[in-house]
């Protein structure tokens, strides 16, 4: 099993902005440093190379990032312990705080690659529910074991 992640942010100014330069111009070394990051598997992306273009929901402004990794590990050393932390850091200078939950991790079977429906069912399932073994966050992470017996349970 991978780990599949999407996350959510609401701009507060087009991207375009003299607000967001720093956002914008560090989208794609940050993106090359997941690429090449131990345990990365893939990421969604456009023509362009990032993921700010392709809309999920119905506010223009919230764009997304969706991922796979091969262990909960891979993606907490990438976001934490790498250049990306920084970056990180630095979120509440260009994207408003969510009233709900915006990102959201899942369990999928080797070689699936998720769609951003799928993405934003787990986020929504995840929102209404809270933490399951089906759709969770960092909080309560949960094994692809717990996962599987989980979906067995309600198959």
Known sequence: MHLAQLNIAKAKY??????????????????????LSEGFIWRLQDETG????????SDPKIIL??????????????????????????????FH?????????????TGHIPTVEEAV?????LRKNGDTP???TFKNLFSSTEYETHKNEIS
Do not use: C, G
Request: hydrophobic letters at 45%.
């Open 14 to 35: 087009a991207l375009e902005s003299e607000n967001m330069a720093d956002f914008v111009d560090n989208l794609e070394p940050v993106n090359h440093l997941a690429d």
């Open 50 to 57: 990032d993921a700010t273009q392709i809309k999920a929901f």
């Open 65 to 94: 990032n969706m991922s796979v990794w091969a262990s909960t590990d891979a993606l907490k050393h990438f976001m934490f312990k790498t250049h990306h932390k920084s970056f990180l850091s630095r979120k509440k200078e260009w």
């Open 97 to 109: 705080q969510l009233p709900e939950q915006s990102y959201v991790l899942w369990w999928i079977p």
């Open 121 to 125: 069912d787990k986020l929504m399932y």
């Open 134 to 136: 089906y759709a969770f």
